[in-house]
């Protein structure tokens, strides 16, 4: 069994087209009446990420996000029956280019980071 947290956290993420698409920042359970919890999708993006430090500041990663005109919805959650786990990087079958985790990624490239000398 993979353990989720030394295994799947924090790695890199990678669509079907070998794209880099940020790290893996949350890990979403299904808790089943009876049963053991089982493992439903992964998540990407600036709110999973800040959530894992408390839901408020994750509120606040939330309001800065609408308040600078980040796409709305910066996250992606993508079902763990697209995940694969190829050496230390996890692989997603889905398209980079089209999902809203990219879309930050480009809005963070293009009005942030490009605007830092030397980057």
């Known amino acids: 069994m993979t353990h ?3 295994d ?3 790695s890199q993420l ?3 087209h070998d794209l880099e698409m940020g790290k893996v920042d949350g ?3 299904e808790l089943r009446a009876g049963g053991a919890p089982r493992v439903a999708a992964i ?3 600036l709110v999973p990420l800040a959530r894992r430090f408390g839901l408020s500041l994750a509120r606040r990663v939330e309001r800065v996000i609408v308040e600078r005109g980040l796409p709305v919805n910066p996250d992606l959650r993508i079902p763990w029956a697209k995940v694969k ?3 230390i990087e996890i692989r997603a079958d889905v398209d980079a ?3 809203p985790a990219y879309a930050c990624e480009r809005w963070l490239r293009d009005r942030v980071i490009g605007r830092i000398p030397g980057a």
């Open 43 to 45: 998540e990407t993006g």
């Open 8 to 10: 799947v956290l924090d």
């Open 97 to 99: 280019e089209t999902s």
């Open 85 to 87: 786990r190829e050496g």
């Open 14 to 16: 990678l669509d079907r």
């Open 27 to 29: 890990i979403v359970l």
């Open 4 to 6: 989720l947290v030394r």
